[in-house]
């Protein structure tokens, strides 16, 4: 597909829904960027980590529970080494930002984080996708398509932030334990492919369910 016109020129079952691992995280991210865009000081607010979000299994960042970062940081331990614990913790965080359901006035923060997931998913017109959680682990009701994929990609590349995210192959921070200590953290990227000229990134997934799983971009001219 051409991210510059949207048209998807070629695909083999593109939309079929499909389990996405942690391809789960661009949405993540993208909600995320899509509101520091417009209020950019959200970028320094400290995401103080759960134990929830600590304990959440699969790849991670690292990071304990009561250990804080800012949401920038934390944004780095959710692209690069795919944490499903960063992942939790933002959805936790940042669904505070976004405005309570009439309907469901009693919904958690990561529960608004969630529905803000499938509220955009709804706006890029990806018509085949439902997200349970921001991370990617395996859900039956967790799906989405390839096509849809590449219009979740597509809206996530307009934002300069998530283009220089996915294209960093180390990042190195300091978190903040409840007693003042503080403890450095080095995040590798997953996607092994960045460095090859013309390779720009996005994002990896694996799970057993999904297999190993890739959204790229390639940039030539």
């Given at each position: 597909g051409d991210p510059r016109s949207g048209k998807i020129s070629l695909?083999?079952?593109?939309?079929?829904?499909?389990?996405?691992?942690?391809?789960?995280?661009?949405m993540?991210?993208?909600?995320?960027l899509q509101l520091v865009e417009r209020e950019p000081e959200r970028l320094n607010e400290r995401v103080t980590f759960s134990l929830n979000a600590d304990q959440t299994i699969g790849s991670t960042a690292g990071i304990r529970a009561g250990?804080?970062?800012?949401?920038?940081?934390?944004?780095?331990?959710l692209m690069l080494p795919s944490g499903n614990d960063a992942a939790t913790?933002?959805?936790?965080?940042?669904?505070?930002?976004?405005?309570?359901d009439a309907s469901a006035p009693e919904q958690t923060s990561a529960e608004r984080f969630i529905a803000a997931m499938n509220d955009t998913a709804q706006q890029l017109g990806m018509t085949k996708s439902r997200y349970v959680n921001p991370h990617g682990l395996t859900h039956r009701d967790h799906k989405s398509t390839a096509a849809d994929?590449?219009?979740l990609a597509r809206a996530a590349l307009q934002l300069p932030r998530f283009r220089e995210l996915i294209q960093t192959r180390q990042y190195r921070?300091?978190?903040t334990g409840t007693e003042g200590y503080r403890r450095s953290v080095v995040w590798r990227n997953t996607n092994q492919l960045l460095g090859i000229e013309g390779y720009a990134g996005v994002k990896t997934g694996t799970t057993d369910a999904a297999g190993a799983c890739l959204i790229s971009l390639s940039q030539h001219d």
């Open positions: 695909g083999e079952e593109a939309d079929t829904p499909r389990d996405i691992a942690s391809t789960t995280k661009i993540t991210a993208y909600l995320v250990e804080s970062a800012t949401v920038a940081e934390v944004l780095h331990g913790a933002l959805s936790e965080h940042c669904g505070d930002w976004f405005p309570v994929q590449f219009r921070c300091e978190v």
